[in-house]
């Protein structure tokens, strides 16, 4: 970590950066918290990462958030992984060490979970059975996560069968594979459902699910936070479940990033979050 009594600078590399939120939210904690530092953005095509990535510690830089395309190609370029953030095959938080060194993190997938507790703080991951749709990146890191904090099992359904297989080979036993059609049938008894498709997102088809086997003490949760309430998530609240949108996992990703850049672990308020509000 930088000096804090230096104006620090973090930001957000990727290709491209300009539809982010990231900004808003960390430039809101250093003026709250009164810490001298900007949060930017690195747009960055691929073919300059390697130079850009070099250029994080040369420039007194504190780290910075990595987002698409970025998130597996960094891999190689940082000089130590975060065990979770192997696990998951993505990074999406770099922080320079006081010696130069950079080292990923992935704080999504505990970003999420945390969002879930914010909701409902009787929930664990250990709670009950466990369905994820989807089995892209977004789904690879909350099925890690997941697990590394105790969940028993959980379901991953997928049109391709063999990426959710993948999600299953690099996590574990805990992961059980379904194939798609099989999706309202894993409901009957979880404790969470998870949407990390796009399907529901703005410009998108909505989720094709029924909730009717679903228990109505499960939570749950749409990483998507554009709309604020996706088809699925007003589905399930007319259905009884509590419900969460992506809004609190991109809040809770970001909490412990700005700690190891700037030693604050910094609070969500209703002044963040309608700030972000503004933005929509």
């Not at 970590?1 to 809101?28: E, K």
Request: aromatic share 6%; net charge positive.
């Amino acid at each position: 970590m930088a000096d804090q009594n230096t104006f620090g600078i973090a930001g957000l590399l990727g290709w491209p950066v300009a539809h982010s939120r990231s900004p808003v939210i960390h430039n809101h904690w250093l003026a709250h918290y009164g810490i001298a530092g900007r949060y930017v953005l690195f747009p960055v095509p691929p073919e300059k990462l390697e130079a850009a990535v070099r250029g994080i510690a040369t420039l007194g830089l504190r780290g910075c958030n990595v987002t698409t395309p970025h998130k597996q190609a960094i891999f190689p370029l940082v000089d130590r992984v975060d065990e979770l953030a192997r696990k998951i095959g993505a990074i999406n938080t770099v922080v320079v060490e006081k010696d130069g060194t950079l080292i990923g993190f992935n704080n999504d997938g505990n970003g999420f979970i945390q969002s879930l507790r914010d909701a409902d703080p009787k929930w664990r991951p250990d709670s009950g059975p466990i369905v994820v749709l989807g089995a892209g990146g977004a789904a690879r890191a909350v099925v890690a996560s997941l697990a590394a904090q105790g969940a028993k099992e959980i379901r991953v359904a997928n049109r391709t069968l063999d990426k959710a297989q993948e999600i299953a080979d690099a996590v574990g036993p805990v992961v059980k594979v379904l194939p798609w059609k099989q999706r309202e049938e894993a409901l009957e008894d979880i404790a969470l459902l998870a949407n990390a498709t796009s399907l529901g997102m703005a410009g998108k088809p909505p989720l094709d699910i029924s909730l009717d086997r679903l228990p109505k003490r499960a939570l749950v949760g749409d990483l998507i936070y554009i709309p604020p309430e996706t088809p699925l998530l007003a589905a399930a609240r007319l259905h009884g479940n509590i419900t969460v949108n992506g809004l609190g996992l991109l809040l809770n990703q970001a909490r412990p990033a700005f700690n190891a850049w700037f030693g604050v672990m910094p609070e969500i308020t209703p002044a963040l979050r309608q700030a972000i509000a503004a933005t929509f």
